[in-house]
């Protein structure tokens, strides 16, 4: 059972983790579910909106690493960034071919990077009690891993369909 008190401390934090896990739900079946309808789209907007939320949240968030910043603010950036690179050519309505890849390289890169946020933040909040900081830092890392390396090879993949 997860215990919310190992979740949200403030107000801001349960506004991060509230848009975390709309962000969770709305990627995850977006990721699954037919592409290009109306619902995908409107899907997809919520999506984007509660990513930019839990990574502007984020920014107030000090509470995991003793007031410091901790790597997830370091990914903060990366996260925008693949946020807005899928969004962009969705908006600008260039060529399509070229505009339909980046919007499935970035989005796939924000989803499952959000997922990847998710289950390491799962991992330490709720699993990772005794443990010594080197083990977090080890556990966190096996975790995060497989999700860098399957946004890697979507990356890949996405970039040699389309050309």
Sequence with gaps: MIDIGNWVHS???GIHVTTSVIGLVTGAYILLAKKGTGI??????????????????ALFIYDFNQGKMSVF????????????????????????KP?????????NGAALGLWAAGATEYFVRELAFGLTKNELILYSFLI????????????????????
């Excluded at 603010?73 to 399509?96: C, D, Q």
């Excluded at 505009?99 to 989005?107: A, D, F, K, Q």
């Design 11 to 13: 107000t801001i934090g």
């Design 40 to 57: 995908h789209k409107k899907t997809g907007y919520v999506f984007a909106l509660a990513l930019l939320i839990v990574n502007i949240s």
């Design 73 to 96: 603010h370091y990914l903060i950036p990366v996260s925008l960034i693949f946020l807005l690179y899928g969004l962009y050519p969705m908006l600008k309505k260039a060529e399509k």
């Design 99 to 107: 505009r339909l890849n980046r919007h499935i390289i970035g989005m």
């Design 144 to 163: 995060s891993v497989p999700f860098a390396i399957l946004i890697t090879v979507s990356i890949t993949y996405h970039l040699r369909k389309f050309k």
